[in-house]
């Protein structure tokens, strides 16, 4: 990575130091067993969609190709973080790189990103399905599908090219720990050597255009979804409508609520204990419970997992 002009104190960081979470080599030992459980089942749950969507041909369809993307964009989103963490629990120096804290600050935010960009591709397909059903067929071709899905990955990594390379540039000095245990936003702009409102109002503003217009879009989406189904006489088809954009809407909720407490205002975020607590709902436990969310109201899914634990 190269390292600023500027910069010429940051040349001597050649490794931070992630505290993770304060406790006893006890209490770290059962940490790391109650999160690779998490671990192992988040793998297991959302490979489990993929598979489901893979091998059932009545789930060919742009929604759960859509859904099945999501699981696998979820499955790299927390192997983005939490096999580092896992290390950490067991290891007595809990160091990583500087090259390797920017390459996972870059990776992490921008599947999030991503997964910013996906939900509200998620709210277009249903947007789509539910409102013009006629055209659906023809708006949300498999190339389209692939199209926009692609649109999501290259967008996301896009996105944050502009707030890694600020990041790579802030010049760090004295200590060199992290309170936290990833490479965050918040986490990296506290044990800077100056501070750096620009980089930090930089960063606030490319969290805040992609959480707020996501978001926007989202709620506008199903906003005309919920007129055009509460026009829909009471029956299977509106109780179907409802059952999956109250999936998608739960899964907005959890998501965006907890991420924009984080990056709308990463300067003022100065509670680590919070950033930790956070970071860890919206990157662990959201991808935990997404598999359950969406297939616990939904037959079809259901009954394609099901063929999936008897193939297994």
């Known amino acids: ?71 696998f964009l979820e499955i790299c989103y927390i192997n983005s973080n939490v096999p580092n963490m896992l290390f950490n629990f067991l290891s007595k120096t809990k160091t990583i790189s500087y090259k390797g804290c920017i390459l996972q600050f870059y990776i992490f935010l921008s599947l999030c990103a991503t997964e910013l960009f996906f939900l509200a591709l998620m709210a277009f397909d249903r947007y789509v399905a539910i409102c013009c059903p006629l055209h659906y067929p023809v708006i949300m071709t ?14 996301g990594f896009l996105w944050l090219v502009t707030p890694a390379t600020l990041i790579s540039q802030v010049p760090f000095c004295g200590s060199n720990v992290i309170d936290h245990y990833l490479c965050d936003l918040g986490a990296l ?6 501070p750096v409102p620009k980089t930090t109002l930089t960063c606030s503003t490319f969290s805040a255009v992609i959480l707020l217009i996501t978001l926007f879009y ?36 959890l998501f965006y609520g907890s991420i924009m407490v984080m990056y709308v205002s990463p300067g003022a975020a100065n509670q680590p204990g919070l950033q930790k607590f956070m970071t860890m709902f919206y990157s662990i436990a959201t991808p935990l419970l997404n598999p359950l969310i969406y297939s616990l109201r939904n037959k079809e899914m259901k009954a394609a997992l099901r063929k999936v634990m008897c193939k297994v």
């Open 1 to 71: 990575m190269h390292i600023p002009r500027n910069s010429n104190i940051t040349a001597n960081i050649h490794e931070f130091i992630l505290l993770g979470f304060l406790c006893s080599p006890e209490v770290e030992i059962l940490l790391f067993v109650l999160f690779s459980i998490i671990y192992v089942f988040t793998l297991l749950g959302n490979s489990a969609i993929i598979c489901a969507v893979w091998w059932d041909q009545q789930l060919y369809t742009p929604m759960y190709t859509l859904l099945a993307n999501f699981s």
């Open 142 to 155: 498999r190339k389209v599908c692939g199209t926009l899905v692609s649109a999501c990955w290259v967008g």
């Open 189 to 194: 702009l506290a044990i800077s050597c100056v």
């Open 218 to 253: 989202i709620l506008v989406s199903y906003i005309m979804v919920l007129r055009a189904v509460l026009q829909v006489p009471r029956g299977s088809s509106r109780r179907k409508a409802f059952s999956t954009c109250a999936s998608h809407l739960v899964v907005v909720s």
